[in-house]
Antibody, heavy 119, light 110 residues
Framework: EVQLVQSGAEVKKPGESLRISCKGS????????ISWVRQMPGKGLEWMGR????????NYSPSFQGHVTISADKSISTAYLQWSSLKASDTAMYYC????????????WGQGTLVTVSS | QSALTQPASVSGSPGQSITISCTGT?????????VSWYQQHPGKAPKLMIY???NRPSGVSNRFSGSKSGNTASLTISGLQAEDEADYYC??????????FGTGTKVTVL
């Protein structure tokens, strides 16, 4: 079974750093791009960016470029989403999703990681 | 990249058909046959319902169908059932090699 399993919920203070993870299983991790998607409380889905785990090539939504970093460690089939200095406005649910072989649709999705940033 | 435009809410009675629209531009929806649709129940991760405009993944009911005309894609749910009550999002690949989601539509089964 193809599966993406994300790390657990996080509670952080403004200014702190954070890295959340997404571990793929049941398929060749380096053969499919991984995307990250944000969902702020009560709001819609926002595409943040994607990574090719085979060579760690990334591209980002202009809205998120420079604010987050997407990386991957293919040796452990894991993708990451990282912040160097969190803000309260980063409070959201974050999903990872595998892109199709044609790299245009998302399936499956991880279960989500809730990030809460509060002083 | 602006979000694709969807109606905020659509409702219907059990057994009826409803259609959700998703309007973009020639740089996304209109430029590619790469529109996909996702269903999200409260507190759950999104689930792929339609890919490449009109294709259904294995396991998705044939009551769900997709189409596209110009810069607008549509998702139709026929024979509406209580379990279809959820939020629905469209998504498209874009000319910038990025992806964009729709604003989301809440489907209510009356």
């Amino acid at each position: 079974e193809v599966q993406l399993v994300q790390s657990g919920a996080e509670v952080k203070k403004p200014g702190e750093s954070l890295r959340i993870s997404c571990k793929g299983s049941g398929y060749s991790f380096t053969s499919y791009w991984i995307s990250w998607v944000r969902q702020m409380p009560g709001k819609g889905l926002e595409w943040m960016g994607r990574i090719d785990p085979s060579d760690s090539y990334t591209n980002y939504s202009p809205s998120f470029q420079g604010h987050v970093t997407i990386s991957a460690d293919k040796s452990i089939s894991t993708a990451y989403l990282q912040w160097s200095s969190l803000k309260a406005s980063d409070t959201a649910m974050y999903y990872c999703a595998r892109l199709s072989s044609s790299s245009v649709w998302f399936d499956p999705w991880g279960q989500g990681t809730l990030v809460t940033v509060s002083s | 990249q602006s979000a694709l435009t969807q109606p905020a809410s659509v409702s219907g009675s059990p057994g009826q058909s409803i259609t959700i629209s998703c309007t973009g531009t020639s740089s996304d929806v209109g430029g590619y046959n790469y529109v996909s649709w996702y269903q999200q129940h409260p507190g759950k991760a999104p689930k792929l319902m339609i890919y490449d405009v009109s294709n259904r993944p294995s396991g998705v009911s044939n009551r769900f169908s997709g189409s596209k005309s110009g810069n607008t894609a549509s998702l139709t749910i026929s024979g509406l059932q209580a379990e279809d009550e959820a939020d629905y999002y469209c998504s498209s690949y874009t000319s910038s090699s990025t992806h964009v989601f729709g604003t989301g539509t809440k489907v209510t089964v009356l």
